[in-house]
Antibody, heavy 121, light 111 residues
Framework: QVQLQQWGAGLLKPSETLSLTCAVYGGSFSAYYWSWIRQPPGKGLEWIGEIDHSGSTNYNPSLKSRVTILIDRSNNQFSLKLISVTAAETAVYYC???????????????WGQGTLVTVSS | QSALTQPASVSGSPGQSITISCTGTSSDVGGYNYVSWYQQHPGKAPKLMIYDVSNRPSGVSNRFSGSKSGNTASLTISGLQAEDEADYYCSSYTSSSTSYVFGTGTKVTVL
């Protein structure tokens, strides 16, 4: 049973870099795609991107130029970096998993607890 | 990529059935059986309720069911209960950007 626990800085100034990390507990680290999803306050969900155990990434085209997702296999962790953030990117950021391989799934389960990142001057 | 379209709100009385729609295009909902549904209570992370259009994960009540017709997917909650009051989001794979798109979200109110 995979469990995700995430952390990172919760308050940023405009133009700074958002940095979050998600630790994976249980399950096989190589059996999933590891995703980041965000949700502005009172609004809907937006898929940011994902990485697999080999380091292959896939990003939302609207964020691709500013996003980097990295994997740390030795610690069963993956991370999100988003450069040049603006106030409009204030949101709860979630890490989530998606089954990979022959039985690849197109759904997200489980999810981390979420981290509120506020961008304000 | 544009968000999938859901009604902003749906309500029903306890015991009734309600249906939430999720409309996309042939590049996402209509083109693949890769629609999933999530329930989100206030301040909580989303919870998977339905995957691949109509499959329920272990532990999810059989009061929740999913279907699809053309470019529109639907989530039906039967025997509505107070605990079902939450926000619901659909999601689909989209070939237009080989990524994932979510719906605009629907607030379900139990009267």
């Amino acid at each position: 049973q995979v469990q995700l626990q995430q952390w990172g800085a919760g308050l940023l100034k405009p133009s700074e870099t958002l940095s979050l990390t998600c630790a994976v507990y249980g399950g096989s680290f190589s059996a999933y795609y590891w995703s980041w999803i965000r949700q502005p306050p009172g609004k809907g969900l937006e898929w940011i991107g994902e990485i697999d155990h080999s380091g292959s990434t896939n990003y939302n085209p609207s964020l691709k130029s500013r996003v980097t997702i990295l994997i740390d296999r030795s610690n069963n962790q993956f991370s999100l970096k988003l450069i040049s953030v603006t106030a409009a990117e204030t949101a709860v950021y979630y890490c989530a998993s998606r089954i990979s391989g022959a039985a690849a799934g197109n759904w997200f389960d489980p999810w981390g607890q979420g981290t509120l990142v506020t961008v304000s001057s | 990529q544009s968000a999938l379209t859901q009604p902003a709100s749906v309500s029903g009385s306890p015991g009734q059935s309600i249906t939430i729609s999720c409309t996309g295009t042939s590049s996402d909902v209509g083109g693949y059986n890769y629609v999933s549904w999530y329930q989100q209570h206030p301040g909580k992370a989303p919870k998977l309720m339905i995957y691949d259009v109509s499959n329920r994960p272990s532990g999810v009540s059989n009061r929740f069911s999913g279907s699809k017709s053309g470019n529109t997917a639907s989530l039906t909650i039967s025997g509505l209960q107070a605990e079902d009051e939450a926000d619901y989001y659909c999601s689909s794979y989209t070939s237009s950007s080989t990524s994932y798109v979510f719906g605009t979200g629907t607030k379900v109110t139990v009267l």
